[in-house]
C-alpha cells in the first residue's frame, strides 16, 4: 500500500509570497496532521483535521491555514512568507481520531 | 501530554543491541509511550507503542517499567540503517483527546543514535 504522499518535494519563495503544500493520506485514513520541522529541532504540530474539520491547531499565526477536502487530502496555506518559515512541512495521516499517526516524506521550503 | 527525556545521543557498534532510555515520569495512566525515529531530512517513521505492557514487533521491543515512569526501545541487531533520530513520545489515549488539544504529537530533542561499524 502506498504510504502518504506529500507535493512538492522542494519548494523556493521569495519573502511575501503565499504557498500551498498538499498532502494525500494513507488509503483508508481519515484524519491528516500538518507539522513544521525546522533545522535541529523536533517537529512542532500545526494543525489536525478530521473528517474535513480542524480538530486542533498549534501555535502558529494566522498567515498559516489549512484544509481537508472529500477525498481526505489536505492542503497547508501560508501567506506572507518569512525567512523564519523555511523549515521542512510534514503532513502525517491516521486511519481514525487518535490512532498511530504516519508521516509522509516532507516538503522542504527555502524561503529567500 | 507528559513531558519525556532522552539523552541526546548515543553510540552503539554494528550487530548489537541498542537500547534507548526514556524518562516520563509524570506519565498519567490514560497515556500511550510512542517512538519514532527520523533518518536525515526524511519524514519521522513509527517504530512502536505501548501502554504499560512489554511489546514487541518486527521492528523493535518496547519495555514499560512497571510504574511506567520509564521506558527503553530496543533494537535487537542495530545496523548502519538504524542511524537516526530516535523520539519517544507520551501521547494520551485516544478516546480521551480533548478535542480544544487536537491530537499531537509533542516531540522533544529525541537520541542520535550512531552504529558504527
Known amino acids: 500500500d502506498a504510504g502518504v504522499t506529500q507535493s512538492p518535494t522542494h519548494l523556493i519563495k521569495t519573502r511575501g509570497q503565499q504557498v500551498t503544500l498538499r498532502c494525500s493520506p494513507i488509503s483508508g485514513h481519515k484524519s491528516v496532521s500538518w507539522y513544521q520541522q525546522v533545522l535541529g529541532q523536533g517537529p512542532q504540530f500545526i494543525f489536525q483535521?478530521?473528517?474535513?474539520?480542524?480538530?486542533g491547531r498549534g501555535n502558529f499565526p494566522d498567515r498559516f491555514s489549512a484544509r481537508q477536502f472529500p477525498n481526505y487530502s489536505s492542503e497547508l496555506n501560508v501567506n506572507a512568507l518569512l525567512l523564519g518559515d523555511s523549515a521542512l512541512y510534514l503532513c502525517?495521516?491516521?486511519?481514525?481520531?487518535?490512532?498511530?499517526?504516519?508521516f509522509g516524506p516532507g516538503t522542504r521550503l527555502t524561503v529567500l | 501530554d507528559a513531558k519525556t527525556t532522552q539523552p541526546p545521543s548515543m553510540d552503539c557498534a554494528e550487530g548489537r543491541a541498542a537500547n534507548l532510555p526514556c524518562n516520563h515520569s509524570t506519565i498519567s495512566g490514560n497515556e500511550y509511550v510512542y517512538w519514532y525515529r527520523q533518518i536525515h531530512s526524511q519524514g519521522p517513521q513509527y517504530i512502536i507503542h505501548g501502554l504499560k505492557n512489554n511489546e514487541t514487533n518486527e521492528m523493535a521491543s518496547l519495555i514499560i517499567t512497571e510504574d511506567r515512569k520509564s521506558s527503553t526501545l530496543i533494537l535487537p541487531h542495530a545496523t548502519l540503517r538504524d542511524t537516526a533520530v530516535y523520539y519517544c513520545i507520551v501521547r494520551v489515549a485516544a478516546g480521551l483527546v480533548n478535542n480544544n488539544a487536537g491530537n499531537m504529537l509533542t516531540f522533544g530533542g529525541g537520541t542520535r543514535l550512531m552504529v558504527k561499524p
Open positions: 483535521y478530521y473528517e474535513k474539520e480542524e480538530r
Open positions: 502525517a495521516s491516521s486511519r481514525d481520531w487518535g490512532d498511530t499517526q504516519y
